[in-house]
């Protein structure tokens, strides 16, 4: 350990920080934490004497994993609705062909009609 901190096993930084291994995960895995991988094993960095500064970066990391949530679902949602354009687009379409297929039966049998 160094003054700055330390190098602990997601074990122990969940021990430490007293956050689940999942939660622990998820921080790695968005770059939430500053983090380092040694032979398929991951420490992260550890700040012991940082209790306030862990606090605020408890707020900043879930913030941050909202703010990636809402991103994805933002993205999902815009693809949703572009489909769903597509399909009205191509359902409008189909109906003003069938009206204009109608109108034109019509009008050939009225034409008929006339002679």
Not at 9 to 16: A, L, Q
Request: hydrophobic fraction near 30%.
């Amino acid at each position: 350990m160094d003054e700055n901190g330390q190098w602990l096993s997601i074990m122990e930084y969940c021990r430490e920080r007293k956050k689940s291994i999942s939660t622990v995960r998820r921080y790695i895995k968005s770059n939430l934490v500053k983090f380092k991988e040694v032979n398929g094993k991951y420490f992260i960095w550890y700040h012991a004497h940082a209790p306030k500064k862990d606090l605020m970066e408890d707020k900043l990391m879930h913030l941050k994993m909202d703010n990636n949530r809402l991103a994805n679902d933002n993205f999902r949602l815009m693809n949703e609705n572009n489909e769903l354009k597509l399909i009205l687009t191509s359902q409008q379409r189909e109906n003003f062909n069938s009206i204009r297929n109608s109108n034109s039966v019509q009008n050939e049998t009225n034409e008929h009609l006339k002679s």
